[in-house]
């Protein structure tokens, strides 16, 4: 097995796993506490990993028309990523996934993870080398610890889940690209994509401590097959929000139950 590449930007860190299929392994601050996760730390648990968040590949729900090629197996994004660069906030990974028939489909893909202070953009490019449309959906699967269930908001309404009983699903189809869950310690994570990244699935897990969501490309009928030769480029951004300390200053007559917006403030 390789080394796992480590980020750091200020007192954040995430360390990327390019053996696991590229994974972000890890995610949150180092402080004199010890370090605090944002993510749901990834696990090998019986050979599988569990947690953490990483690219996906998925064929789509019913099959396109006109397309019978076999879209490429799930898996091959499991395999080992060559990293083509790392500076301290940043790196860049490459994959060229093989099959039982060369020639008959392919890609390529390369991701980016970028670092800043509460702040992680995260990049996919997949190329079409093969023959004919590729009909797969690609994405993000992210995992988050099960205290970021408090309050859940998947659009642009202000309506929120409070607190979803485990194995409680949501899905967003066409999704608007925004969303965001609320943690313990006011803690909060804002999640933007931009198009064509258009579906997501949230999950409680009905018995493990996670949360986790699925942001992908459209599923069929409104799935556009990737062309051959053309490239499809997702990006997705993570605010990492921490609660605003000190506190705001408050209103005298607010805090004593009079006065009014011209009362002296409370500092």
Known sequence: MGRDVELKAGRWRAVVSPDRGGRLRWLGEAGPQGREPWLRPLLIERGLALG???????????????????????????????????????????????????????????????????????????????????????????????????AVWLDEGFDALRLPGRGHVEQRDPWCGLASLSGAGGRMVLMRAQAPLDTLAY???????WVQLRLMTADSPRLVPLPRGEELQLHLSLDLMTP???????????????????GPLIL
Do not use: I, K
Not at 203 to 209: D, I, L, P, Y
């Open 52 to 150: 953490g968040a990483g690219v996906v590949l998925h064929g789509p729900s019913s099959p396109v028309a006109g397309l019978e090629q076999q879209v490429p197996d799930p898996a091959c994004l499991n395999a080992r990523w060559q990293v083509t660069q790392w500076v301290p906030d940043r790196v860049t990974l490459m994959l060229h996934p093989g099959g039982e028939s060369p020639g008959s489909w392919g890609f390529q893909a390369s991701q980016t993870l970028r670092l800043e202070e509460q702040r992680l953009e995260w990049s996919l490019s997949v190329r079409n080398l093969s023959r004919l449309a590729l009909p797969a959906r690609f994405g993000w699967q992210l995992h988050f610890p099960d205290d970021f269930a408090g």
């Open 244 to 262: 605003r300390l000190p506190p705001l200053p408050r209103l005298r007559g607010a805090a004593e139950g009079g006065g009014g917006p011209g």
């Open 203 to 209: 999950e409680r897990h009905a018995t493990r401590s």
